[in-house]
């Protein structure tokens, strides 16, 4: 019985070693991604006051275009014509029939893609991609 004691004791004591080998190794990576990430926002700052001081302003991020394949297909039109566009125009170009449920679907979506920056809306229904 006091063999198997012994037998358990060092093995738990093997493993003990080698967990606190492990952690050192662990706590070695941490200090080096914490010294990474000290010098990220240090580089961050850095150029945050050179550009204040230059006074050039932070790029605003593109806006987020909806998923659904519609208004991946308006965004083409508008990248083929390269022109502003009614409703009625956009199903014509998207091959779709000119009936008052397409064309108010097509309205809705150029709305909402006004509402999200995407495209502007120079006139009451007339919609076009913002120049940059």
């Known amino acids: 019985m006091l063999?198997?004691?012994d037998t358990r004791e060092q093995a738990l004591s093997e493993?003990?070693?080698q967990t606190r080998t492990r952690?050192?190794?662990?706590?070695?990576?941490?200090?080096?991604?914490?010294?990474?990430?000290?010098?990220?926002?240090i580089t961050r700052k850095t150029l945050l006051g050179i550009a204040h001081?230059?006074?050039?302003?932070?790029?605003?991020p593109p806006p987020a275009t909806p998923d659904h394949p519609?208004?991946?297909?308006i965004l083409a039109a508008f990248a083929?014509?390269?022109?502003?566009?009614?409703?009625?125009?956009?199903?014509?170009?998207?091959?779709?029939?000119?009936?008052p449920k397409n064309t108010e679907g097509i309205r809705s979506k150029l709305k909402?893609?006004?509402?999200?920056g995407i495209l502007t809306e120079p006139e009451p229904g007339l919609f076009t991609q913002p120049h940059p």
């Open 80 to 99: 083929d014509t390269r022109r502003p566009m009614r409703a009625r125009d956009l199903c014509e170009a998207l091959d779709l029939p000119i009936l």
């Open 112 to 116: 909402r893609m006004v509402s999200r």
């Open 15 to 17: 493993q003990a070693a």
């Open 23 to 41: 952690i050192e190794e662990l706590a070695a990576h941490l200090r080096e991604l914490d010294e990474e990430t000290d010098n990220l926002r």
């Open 70 to 73: 519609a208004y991946q297909q």
């Open 3 to 5: 063999e198997q004691i």
């Open 53 to 60: 001081h230059l006074g050039v302003a932070e790029a605003a």
